[in-house]
């Protein structure tokens, strides 16, 4: 007499039901994970959306799959569902909820890493605006390839600073965030000739101010 496959009942997971002003196709023999994205999704969504299906070991044929469909707010949204007699893959699904209802990050690793991608690209994307705000900063122009080469590495240090300081999405080098860089560092520019011309147009030498500024 061959076993019968235990079934598993998720304590996390619901079955899929239609949503609203939803006409697509019909998937009421899946689980919804809570692992989904759209064209819109931030950082952290997009991260757990790829752990999740990492760890679920990817689409197969009817244990895993993503359901994709457009949406009229954001253009397109995707959903990991898992079938509900892949045992094993609503086990690891179930597992994952719990995971993320405890701490809202998967993966900090793949996290951390893309976040600092996303930065590198940002700084590169709006070099030219930075290197703007710093000259309207210091009130002239760069006058030499030394000045520019230093000026470059001020750059990058205030804008990782910044999306420390109030987030990615808000960074930005501007005579606030210099003036609150070069408070913080005081001692990490020292000689440094922009640094600390900087210092004296914006007064950023440490003294009794809130760094907040």
Known sequence: MKNKKRSFTPKLLKLWTTPDNYAGSQYPDYYRTGFGQSRDSDLME???FSAALTALGGETKQGVIVIRSSHWACGWVEAILVHK???AKLRIADELAKRIAEYCILDEDS???LER???EE???NYSADFMKELESALGRTLQTQDEVAESVDLIAAVFFEDCGY???EDAWV???SLKRYLLSY???HDGKPIATELRIKLDAYPKEVELAV
């Open 166 to 168: 109030c987030g990615p």
């Open 85 to 87: 007699n892949a045992t």
């Open 46 to 48: 997009r991260c757990n």
């Open 111 to 113: 996290f951390f890493e």
């Open 117 to 119: 991608e996303e930065q």
């Open 186 to 188: 005081e001692g990490q």
């Open 122 to 124: 940002t700084l590169k």
């Open 174 to 176: 501007s005579a606030k």
